[in-house]
């Protein structure tokens, strides 16, 4: 699955950035990501670790008020759009970094995309310092004002490697966790231009091509218009004092 996961996403970057030019979307996770996780911080979030960069949306935000960033990325193709000067192509699953190196981990949009978040978050464990922040963002769906689902209007899931639950579950194994949801009203053109990027497609049709199951995900959303409500579950946790 890491290696699909790893294919779609080098074959997003021209259309993943389309879609953020747009709508601002991934920036404005990672604001308010960073937002909760200063508010709870037990130490200066001095150097921060931006587990699953991607082109360097998320890592932009971080790197505010002068942070040591480090963006991480299994997909080559979308770290080589990351302009920030630290970038290492690896598996956050599998951190090639020494314990307690960092002063967070952030996986704005991202820890949901492994399909074993309790190995991930045990790496980021490992690898943030006694008292350390730790902070995830992952996606809970499309629905209609009513709170009906968009997906289930037009016949079809939309699932992701891991749901959020799971996620949630997995970062409160290992941390002291707070969480909310946040709900961006967006519009039904939005929708659609968020699945030309071939692996949000995927969570539609994972077994077609990049370029099939795009065009079949605008089909299939051809006639979705109107308000469109998109929402995310936000986890920040704190590694406790004790070490392990």
Same mark, same amino acid.
């Given at each position: 699955?890491k =290696? ?12 993943? =950035?389309e879609? @953020?030019?747009? $709508? ?11 937002a909760?996780?200063d ?6 979030? +001095? ?7 991607? %082109?360097?949306?998320s ?8 942070? +040591? ?21 690896? +598996?956050f ?11 967070a ?8 995309? $492994?399909p ?13 310092r006694?008292g ?7 996606p809970?769906g ?14 079809? @899931? ?7 639950t799971?996620? =949630?579950?997995?970062l ?5 966790? $707070?969480?909310g949801e ?6 039904g053109?939005?929708?659609r ?13 994972p077994?077609? &091509?990049p =370029?099939?199951?795009?065009e079949?995900?605008t ?5 979705? &218009?109107g308000?469109?409500?998109q ?10 004092? %004790?070490?392990?």
């Amino acid at each position: 699955m890491k =290696e699909n996961i790893r294919k779609n996403f080098d074959t997003s970057t021209t259309a993943y =950035e389309e879609y @953020e030019a747009q $709508t601002g979307r991934f920036e404005e996770l990672a604001a308010r990501l960073a937002a909760e996780m200063d508010q709870r911080q037990r130490a200066p979030l +001095d150097r921060v670790l931006d587990a699953g960069a991607g %082109s360097g949306i998320s890592t932009g935000v971080f790197e505010r008020g002068d942070r +040591d960033v480090v963006a991480l990325d299994i997909s080559r193709g979308m770290l080589r759009e990351n302009r920030t000067a630290n970038r290492v192509q690896a +598996d956050f699953d599998h951190l090639p970094f020494a314990a307690r190196s960092f002063d967070a981990v952030a996986f704005t949009a991202s820890l949901f995309l $492994t399909p074993d978040p309790e190995r991930a978050v045990t790496e980021a464990r490992r690898v943030v310092r006694p008292g350390g922040t730790v902070g995830a963002v992952a996606p809970l769906g499309w629905t209609t004002p009513d709170g009906t689902d968009v997906f289930d209007a037009v016949g079809r @899931e939309s699932r992701s490697p891991t749901a959020a639950t799971d996620v =949630e579950t997995a970062l409160r194994s290992a941390f002291d966790v $707070t969480a909310g949801e946040w709900t961006f009203e967006t519009t039904g053109r939005n929708l659609r231009l968020f699945h030309t990027v071939p692996a949000m497609a995927a969570r539609l049709y994972p077994r077609l &091509d990049p =370029e099939t199951r795009v065009e079949k995900a605008t089909r299939l959303l051809a006639d979705v &218009d109107g308000p469109v409500h998109q929402q995310w579950r936000w986890i920040v946790g704190v590694r406790d004092d %004790s070490p392990d």
